[in-house]
């Protein structure tokens, strides 16, 4: 698997999927510079966290006019597979990519360990999950609350793009386990076809026993199971 | 050549002078050493450097007392940054610095670009910054102000911290009414580079360019220096425009355009444009390799036309940088920097003529001789005698004052005071920091007694911590500045790391009074006792006098960051037990100390007696006992007895963890000569409690260091309580009711709602 990640001015977890791939993982990892226009035969493009450009405007709305962003609108058109964690989820939607708006969280920035339950597992990025898996690792954001319309939502529970959820520890969603106010404790969501992904907490932070969770591996090691099938 | 005035400076007036905080002396030394009158610019500059905060003046002749030297010092005092060797090729740079006046006024900016700066500080040496820290003094959160200076500077530190991406990791807060119109804001930066990467901040090479780099020069932040070199008014809010803003995004920026620019050989120096911005950069730069320079200010890149080289010199715009760079690479360094969107312009050169000199184009508007601009600040020892009324208070009886009536529930003492903002969990703060991006934080905030990263490529670890008990250094000087070491010391030895050296940031008031000078020379004092007895060298730090305000003095509080080192990571120990049925060991002794303590001041509102007695042998045999009992492996959790006490940190093991609580059994009754209150809540030095599954492990080692151990109880599932065989009395705590005083006080005070739950009823048991 080639997994390619792109460096926006103001990433900061790009390294972090960097170590992910290739330290835990043990596969390919090349970084994509936001001004570049070729993906480099990359499987995989991950959309990291951090602050592009800031963020002083609104999360992801600048960097979705990077010259790299048409050739990752591309892939995603084509089937490819784009991953969007944290700010890369705000890239994703401010690009159209995914469904939906992250807005300011109604409690403030939040850096916390989180659960959230998988709630499909036959996508990509969990297909070695299974649904009603409970997976914890952090977040770390003050954009991070899923907002739609009410029709949207329910288009998009039908349609099954609701990709993870935030839960309690037996695994249910409630008020107390929504870090930031997320409409329908939506913590991830994907596009219509299911190659694109986006979730505010960071898989990439939890592929670790050492760092207090592995649990991010799982979505991983599903990249990679798809892309070697 | 000739300095000429500037057509519209104006006179150099008695009053002038005055208002550039320079003395009629200090302006005597000037003339004498330029052989002339100064021009306004001149005047200027010698405010800037001349300030307490550049100089040092009234604090180096006691700083040179400091140990700083051990074989695993790189660099000590006198650069951006302290860097140590931690082995495999690798080092580590750090530094603590203070931004409190900007912070008293402007709370969210004043943090945020003290974070920016001590950032700068540390990736100017060539090191990438892993972790940050901040140690924060505030008022009582009952005061409106107070909330708002603690929201401000909380969202200052995370906005700035979270957006450059460097975990906020650990630190400390403290709340006091000494600190109402003074707070304290310190901030620690953590680096790691390879030993041969480190670069100094030393101007080299004649005929190198000297460039300006990073973000334009506006008219922020002018005379910020000086600002943070006097008291605070009520006329202080009207300097709100010298206060700087901050730009994380361009800091990311020039964070990965700086490390890119170091790895590619193209620069011989750099450093960071900080307090006084130019003029202290380049003076500094210039002393250090013993060079003269030339800077042009209309070469420098600026915001706004119009700005005279008064206002270039002593801007203190945020995420700049001054470089020297090899002759004849320019071109490959803006290029590097226009990768990162930055501009780099050659704005001056290293000259051998021995002369500081500033001109604009043709006009020689500023000129020193040599390097005396920086060597011959004046120096001052100022007199220093210790306050009557403090003597006063060290010697009151505590033990004389009587118990209130609620204190027959000793739980009711300790919901009192883990519900104290001091003690509480600062979870309401920590949460707002991202604490785990770069992918390092094995032990983040709240889970252990230090912060522990791991470091890649390696099986080992740092542990990092800053400490100060401000009440301690107040009573008694000398012995707060030794436990003030000695207590960061514990801190890091309770995750299993050995500490290897201290940063420092020492907050002080007016050095003139009397009072305060004897204070700081006392603690500074005490604190080369214990740096000496740990073998914890004094790498650099920062000085920060004048925390004065019409509300009084703060209290002197010498804060401490220290750095240790794990060998190996899987040691990596937290505060939190681990399991029901681990025996818990106490490491040290109970005494009937009670002075000083947390205890006094939240239930009796008492500052006094003499603070707890601090024996250095005893601190550094504990030290080994946990280092050498942490490596076999026998150690579940570690963590030490500090404000509150050993009840405070019994509760503490028990509730750290939220997502696994436990309860505790334990057995005082050996003391039983011992007060309870003193057993439970006085703030006896050198003791650690540990969990164990191997009780024998441990007896042996302590009594290998002449430790004290004694086994006091065991961990038990949170049903169970908190259950306290006391010296008299004892008590019962539910689990749940400590665990909410203790992570939902300081969230309910800045939501200004009730501390804790009613009472309940007494549990107390008797003996």
Redesign the interface.
Known sequence: MKVGIVRF??S??D??AW??VV?QLREDAIMLWHKDHDLQGADVVILP???S????LRAGAIARFSPIMQQVAAHAAGGGIVIGICNGFQIACEAQLLPGALLRNDV?????PVTIRVERSDLPLTSEAHVGQCLTM?I?H?EGRFTASEDELDRLEDAGQIVFRYVDAAGQPSAAANPNGSMRSIAGVCNANGNVVGLMP?P??A??P???SADGRVLFESLLATVNA | MTVTPRVGDPIISPALIAEHGITPDEFERLVAMLGRQPTFTELGIISALWSEHCSYKHSRPVLRTLPTKAPWVLQGPGENAGVISIGDGLAVAFKIESHNHPSAVEPYQGAATGVGGILRDVFTMGARPIAMLNSLRFGSLESPRVRYLVAGVVRGIGDYGNCVGIPTVAGDIMFDESYEGNPLVNAMCVGILREEELIRAKAEGVGNPIMAVGARTGRDGIHGASFASEDLSHESDAKRPRVQVGDPFTEKLLLEATLELIASGHVVAIQDMGAAGLVSSSAEMAERGDVGVVIDTLKVPVREQGMTPYEILLSESQERMLVVATRGREEQVREILAKWDLHAEVIGEVIAEPVYRVVEGDHVVAEFPGTRLVTDCPSYTPEARESDAIIALRARDVHGIPERPEERDPAWTLEQLLSSPTIASKQWMYRQYDSTVRTNTVLGPGAADAAVLRIRGTTKGLAVKTDCNGRYVYLEPRVGGRIAVAEAARNVACTGARPRAITNCLNFGNPKKPDVFWQFKEAVGGMGEACEALETPVTGGNVSLYNESPTGTVYPTPTIGMVGVLDNIAHATGMAFRAAGHTIVLLGDLTDELGASEYLSRIHDVVAGAPPKCDLVSERALIDTLLDAIQTGAVRSAHDCSEGGLAVALAECCIADQRAMFGATVNLSVWEALPERAALFGEAQARVIISTTDVSAIREIAAKHGVRATVIGATMPPEAGLEVIGTKRGFTAAIARLADAYHGAIERAMARMPDIAPPAPATGVPA
Do not use: Q, V
């Open positions: 001015p103001g900061n977890c390294e972090d170590f992910a330290e966290g951090g602050f450009y800031g963020d002083y403030g920035y939040r850096s916390m952090p770390a003050g960071h990439e932070r592929m670790d050492l760092l207090g």
